[in-house]
């Protein structure tokens, strides 16, 4: 792999960064217009857009700054990419959703269900392989893991569970989409976290995604 100068790998990860979170938004409003199933995160933000008549991606704001405020007792440390993405995810879902207009077959829903989901596993390998920290919700994730001693797979289940259950009770969309995005986005995010891991430092040391490959597959 080629190495970089210190100010073109900041530079090319800077772009990854603000790139794989504006796609990240985008992925998320193409599954709500698909109508057909949303990632555990989205169905508790469209329940809770349902219930409260704000946006999705204006939820998506507020949930992320809460969950990022449960870091606190947990001693998590957020970087720029943990910050930056509660608001340029729900900014660009919003964004998404204005310019994309309505879908009602079935012919248009599938493909923009099918494009959602691959687009996520796109701007998850960006966002992570920037390595600028994990986005509030992983952050949590991991938190728990490291506070309670319990399996990131444990962790990761028990609060998809919750938030699935909490945001289909609330109104939001589980189907065959909530169930191709969790078989899907693991080895889409691992292919695309190869494909755009940032070059070496021209010092020889490598700039990688923080964390192990688990921990950075969930929501940013």
């Known amino acids: 792999m080629s190495s970089l100068p210190a100010q073109g790998r900041l ?7 603000y790139t794989g979170l504006a796609l990240y938004g985008a992925s998320s409003a193409l599954l709500v217009e698909s109508g057909l199933g949303l990632e555990p995160w989205g169905v508790l933000h469209q329940g809770l857009a349902e219930l409260t008549g704000l946006t999705i991606g204006v939820v998506s704001i507020f949930v992320g700054a809460a969950v990022l405020l449960l870091w606190i007792p947990l001693r998590q440390r957020p970087g720029l990419g943990t910050v930056s993405n509660v608001f340029v995810v729900g900014l660009a879902m919003d964004g998404t959703l204005a310019l994309v207009p ?4 079935l012919a248009a829903r599938v493909p923009l269900l099918l494009a959602g989901i691959v687009l996520n596993g796109v701007a998850t390998g960006l966002y992570i392989a920037a390595s600028f920290g994990p986005g509030p919700r992983d952050g ?3 938190g728990l893991h490291r506070r309670t001693g319990r399996s990131i ?3 990761r289940t028990a609060i998809e569970v919750a938030v699935v259950a909490t945001g289909f009770a609330l109104g939001g969309t589980v189907g065959i989409g909530t169930v ?3 078989v899907a986005i693991g080895p889409l995010a691992q292919l695309f976290l190869r494909v755009f891991a940032v070059p070496a430092a ?3 040391s490598a700039v990688v995604a923080a964390g192990q490959p688990e921990e ?3 929501r940013p």
């Open 216 to 218: 950075a597959i969930l």
């Open 180 to 182: 191709l995005y969790a």
């Open 11 to 17: 530079g090319r990860r800077l772009i990854q960064l």
């Open 102 to 105: 309505d879908a009602h077959a």
């Open 202 to 204: 021209s010092d020889g």
């Open 140 to 142: 949590l994730m991991t």
């Open 153 to 155: 797979r444990l962790v």
